[in-house]
């Protein structure tokens, strides 16, 4: 793991070429039988996803589509990589002209649900579910439906990805910088936690907008393979358990 120095320093570069880039000649075999997702594993994914639209109490949103999705259904998956779901709402039809703004909405269900299944894995990978909305656009290099055991999109091989380097080494130094100030500066939980809320946030909507090339996307992966985001977890897991002991 680099030191905060060593990362600001040299470490980036790197990490980055060793691991954000680093592309396959065949779809994870753990998770694929040539191009079919494994039936397991689907049916695994599916049995996590409606967990999730279960979660909903009161109104239950109209699910479109479940799908797989991120490096996983790629080539260009790493050691760090996380199993991307995305349970993809018609929002519109769900709530119509209701006052409720959806996307906020079903940003707070997700954020619960998460912070409730945080240990979550599947293989050794720490899952992650998202919620899509259909009026929304996604750049997703590839996109395999569970509900239709299908390729929505499938991704193609890329060797040689074209990206703005110089732009995601400076966003992934700022972000560092960032933090580093707020935990050397006694940052509170909250503070430290809305950090965390706000670049995932900033990466979903880029990889939304822009795809798996985007700026924040690269930069976010830069700084979790240096280790930066284990650090805040373990600093703020600290906090919390300092807070509750009586000494």
Same mark, same amino acid.
């Given at each position: 793991?680099?030191?905060?120095?060593?990362?600001?320093?040299?470490?980036?570069?790197?990490?980055?070429?060793?691991?954000?880039?680093?592309? @396959?000649?065949? /779809? @994870?075999?753990? *998770?694929?039988?040539?191009?079919? /997702? =494994?039936?397991?594993?689907?049916?695994?994914?599916?049995?996590?996803?409606?967990?999730?639209?279960?979660?909903?109490?009161?109104?239950?949103?109209?699910?479109?589509?479940?799908?797989?999705?991120?490096?996983?259904?790629?080539?260009?998956?790493?050691?760090?990589?996380?199993?991307?779901? @995305?349970?993809?709402?018609?929002?519109?039809?769900?709530?119509?002209?209701?006052?409720?703004?959806?996307?906020?909405?079903?940003?707070?269900?997700?954020?619960?649900?998460?912070?409730?299944?945080?240990?979550?894995?599947?293989?050794?990978?720490?899952?992650?579910?998202?919620?899509?909305?259909?009026?929304?656009?996604?750049?997703?290099?590839?996109?395999?439906?569970?509900?239709?055991?299908?390729?929505?999109?499938?991704?193609?091989?890329?060797?040689?990805?074209?990206?703005? @380097?110089?732009?995601?080494?400076? =966003?992934?130094?700022?972000?560092?910088?960032?933090?580093?100030?707020?935990?050397?500066?006694?940052?509170?939980?909250?503070?430290?936690?809305?950090?965390?809320?706000?670049?995932?946030?900033? =990466?979903?909507?880029? /990889?939304?907008?822009?795809?798996? *090339?985007?700026?924040?996307?690269?930069?976010?992966?830069?700084? =979790?393979?240096?280790?930066?985001?284990?650090?805040?977890?373990?600093?703020?897991?600290?906090?919390?358990?300092?807070?509750?002991?009586?000494?």
């Amino acid at each position: 793991m680099l030191t905060f120095q060593q990362f600001l320093t040299e470490g980036i570069t790197k990490e980055f070429k060793d691991i954000a880039f680093e592309y @396959h000649d065949e /779809l @994870h075999p753990t *998770f694929w039988d040539g191009d079919k /997702l =494994r039936p397991e594993i689907r049916k695994q994914c599916l049995k996590i996803a409606q967990n999730f639209i279960a979660s909903f109490k009161e109104s239950k949103p109209k699910v479109v589509d479940i799908t797989f999705t991120g490096s996983f259904a790629a080539y260009n998956y790493n050691p760090k990589s996380d199993v991307d779901i @995305h349970v993809v709402i018609d929002a519109d039809a769900a709530y119509g002209n209701s006052k409720i703004n959806p996307e906020e909405f079903f940003r707070a269900q997700l954020k619960g649900w998460n912070s409730d299944h945080k240990d979550l894995t599947m293989k050794g990978f720490p899952v992650e579910v998202s919620v899509q909305m259909t009026n929304i656009p996604t750049s997703a290099e590839a996109i395999y439906s569970l509900l239709k055991d299908k390729w929505i999109k499938k991704a193609t091989l890329k060797k040689d990805p074209e990206f703005d @380097h110089e732009a995601v080494v400076e =966003r992934a130094k700022e972000l560092t910088k960032e933090l580093k100030d707020m935990m050397a500066s006694g940052a509170s939980v909250e503070k430290l936690e809305a950090f965390k809320d706000r670049i995932r946030d900033a =990466r979903k909507k880029a /990889l939304q907008k822009k795809g798996e *090339f985007a700026v924040e996307n690269l930069a976010f992966k830069a700084i =979790r393979k240096a280790g930066l985001l284990d650090k805040l977890k373990q600093h703020i897991k600290a906090m919390n358990t300092k807070t509750l002991s009586l000494h």
